[in-house]
């Protein structure tokens, strides 16, 4: 992992100050710290620099030194001192200072001990690192997709999704607003109306909510796409990352039963009124049936009731000796008109 991290310099003093001993001067160093090799600066090891001179009066080198620098606390070796050029160096060698877990270093504290050789006047200065977030790290939703079910009769304005709440959504080990999480909805170009069907007012939250209309009978079932973003304040740094919410829809019970072919009156969803009328003419020539298996007409001997609803057939019976079939009174087809009384499903009839 490519590792760059700021960091900013601060001093804490401890004891009684010499004037061979000052302060630390570090004002004037800037935040972002550079990075050097020894092939440039002359400088023992090829690390970060944390401060390029302490400023501290007298020397610590040559034939007549007069102070004597060291580290003390020194944890896991953080920081390179370079006594003579008064030098501090962070000792990354091998490893990355990172703030985020699992590393979780937010500051290094170190004590740059002075000596001073002529008196032997010990002082201590405490120099603190404190390691600022970048944001090298990309939110991640917990899980790989999510899904909804709603009602097609469900109002406008209606939250119908809220599985992003606590740590069930996207989390970011960032610090500070690259931590923070930010959900829109992008457009899906797979299920163009998905955007425009569904929305996000509240982005810190993720909850869906219902933008427009449903209709089960158009459309059971959206694929959302949601991203999430972190709150970089520069927004060309900004991580994103996207999920999919699969919505499906629910039949709502809002059509009634309708007669065919249907009409709709405008504006709404109903039929207009039907009316079905149906004629049965007199029967006055025989019948005449084929048989499938000798593909030729032969002279019917029974009367077709095949096709009828229960109670029809009893509305017609044979002419005797003539085998003419007769109507005994009007039909009325309740629920489909039976035009013709089809051939090969027959029953006897009566001589």
């Not at 401060?51 to 953080?78: C, F, H, Q, R």
């Amino acid at each position: 992992m490519d590792k760059r991290e700021a960091f900013k310099i601060e001093r804490r003093q401890g004891g009684h100050i010499l004037s061979l001993c000052p302060d630390i001067l570090l004002d004037n160093y800037l935040p972002a710290l550079s990075q050097t090799s020894s092939t440039k600066s002359g400088n023992p090891w090829t690390c970060t620099i944390i401060v390029d001179n302490m400023l501290i009066k007298g020397t610590a080198g040559g034939p007549d030194p007069t102070i004597e620098l060291s580290l003390k606390d020194n944890v896991d070796y953080w920081v390179l001192l370079d006594p003579i050029k008064q030098m501090l160096f962070l000792n990354s060698t091998g490893r990355v200072l990172d703030r985020d877990p699992p590393m979780n270093i937010h500051s290094i504290v170190v004590k740059v001990q002075c000596v001073n050789k002529k008196v032997g006047t010990v002082i201590y200065h405490e120099v603190r690192i404190v390691v600022r977030d970048r944001n090298d790290n990309s939110p991640t939703f917990k899980h790989e997709s999510y899904y909804a079910t709603v009602n097609e009769l469900t109002p406008v304005g209606t939250t119908i999704f809220t599985g992003f709440a606590g740590d069930n959504g996207a989390t970011d080990i960032d610090d500070g607003p690259n931590g923070q999480i930010e959900y829109v909805i992008q457009y899906n170009p797979d299920d163009p109306t998905s955007n425009d069907t569904f929305e996000i007012p509240l982005m810190l939250t993720g909850n869906v909510v219902l933008r427009k209309r449903l209709n089960y009978e158009d459309k059971t079932r959206y694929y959302v796409i949601i991203q999430a973003n972190d709150r970089a304040q520069n927004l060309n740094e900004r991580r994103t990352t996207t999920t999919t919410l699969t919505v499906d829809v629910l039949d709502g019970d809002d059509l009634g039963p309708m007669f065919l072919p249907c009409v709709l009156v405008p504006n709404t969803r109903d039929c207009r009124p039907l009316t079905y009328q149906a004629a049965i003419p007199e029967l006055r020539t025989p019948i005449q049936e084929i048989d499938m298996g000798r593909n030729r007409f032969g002279s019917v001997d029974r009367a077709s009731a095949c096709g009828l609803e229960a109670g029809v057939a009893q509305q017609f019976s044979m002419e005797p000796g003539t085998k003419r079939p007769l109507v005994r009174f009007l039909v009325k087809p309740r629920a489909r008109v039976v035009d013709s009384i089809p051939c090969g499903c027959v029953q006897e009839a009566a001589d």
